[in-house]
């Protein structure tokens, strides 16, 4: 990525008539999310919140998958750590209202411009949490979804408790986060995640960027203001209630039985407090 000076080679971005391009650039895991694609995601998308002649934006994964979700190193890693010494549980800022982990999704929110998530393969916990903070999704029919969390003794920390709140039916985003469960697109579709279906969600997502970045930038930018103010106002509050939950439950003895349950390929045994 180069934008204002800032490169890595986690996520690169690249601008074309007012659309900017941002993929993930892990492909060989997945675009999986370790310590330095949270930062990458975060950093690209600070840059283009204050980018002059940005209209849209386009954001995917490089290779078969959108992004699986935590890299597997992170869970190894959780029974030695807790969420508030892990570089992602940093706050982004002393003013802020998420931290790191946060941040990768909600800046979708806060650039000024709609933000199209093209999905493929796999959009599975934190990759479906930055998923939900695009303003829409566009997904291949088999892409593989889950807010995949609890499954690893988790809850969706990364936002994803209020946008699923304001997506879904109330019933539905607790049957969701409470099973853990993996459901197809179309189903996804049909439950209102995803706004649309397409054989090429790239190519679809750039073609509908292209149809945005040529209505008045004036006009878009007032519109996405006013249909983000309802997640805005409850925003520092459920995010904050998000951080006491994953604080508590990372490194918790029935979050590493989760994980250690998994890896050893055998039926977890919880226990009761």
């Known amino acids: 990525m180069h934008i204002n000076g800032i490169k890595d080679n986690r996520v690169t971005v690249s601008v074309n008539q007012g659309v900017a391009d941002v993929r993930m650039n892990r492909a060989d895991k997945r675009n999986a999310l370790d310590d330095a694609l949270f930062q990458s995601l975060a950093a690209a998308g600070e840059a283009l919140k204050t980018l002059p002649g940005l209209r849209a934006v386009v954001l995917s994964g490089e290779g078969e998958s959108f992004c699986a979700g935590l890299d597997f190193g992170s869970f190894k890693g959780m029974s030695q750590r807790d969420g508030k010494t892990s570089t992602i549980g940093t706050m982004v800022a002393d003013d802020a209202i998420t931290h790191l982990a946060q941040q990768v999704c909600w800046v979708w929110q806060e650039i000024p411009v709609p933000v199209i998530a093209a999905l493929r393969g796999h959009a599975l916990g934190g990759g479906m949490q930055i998923a939900l903070c695009a303003d829409i999704r566009i997904a291949h029919p088999d892409t593989q979804l889950s807010v ?4 690893w003794g988790l809850i969706p920390d990364m936002t994803g408790t209020l946008m699923l709140s304001h997506l879904v039916r109330p019933d539905v985003a607790r049957e969701l986060i409470y099973t853990a469960k993996i459901l ?3 189903e996804g579709h049909t439950l ?4 649309h279906l397409s054989e090429d969600p790239l190519l679809a997502a750039q073609t509908l960027a292209t149809e945005i970045a040529s209505r008045s ?7 996405k203001r006013l249909l983000s103010r309802k997640l805005r106002a409850e925003a520092a509050e459920q ?3 998000e951080r006491e939950e994953i604080y508590k439950l990372i490194g918790s003895p029935n979050q590493n039985e989760a994980v250690q349950a998994y890896f050893e ?5 919880f226990k009761d407090n």
């Open 148 to 151: 995949r969390e609890v499954f």
């Open 184 to 186: 197809q697109a179309d």
């Open 192 to 195: 209102g995640l995803i706004s």
């Open 217 to 223: 930038p004036d006009a878009v930018r007032a519109a």
């Open 239 to 241: 995010f904050a209630a």
């Open 265 to 269: 390929k055998r039926p977890p045994a």
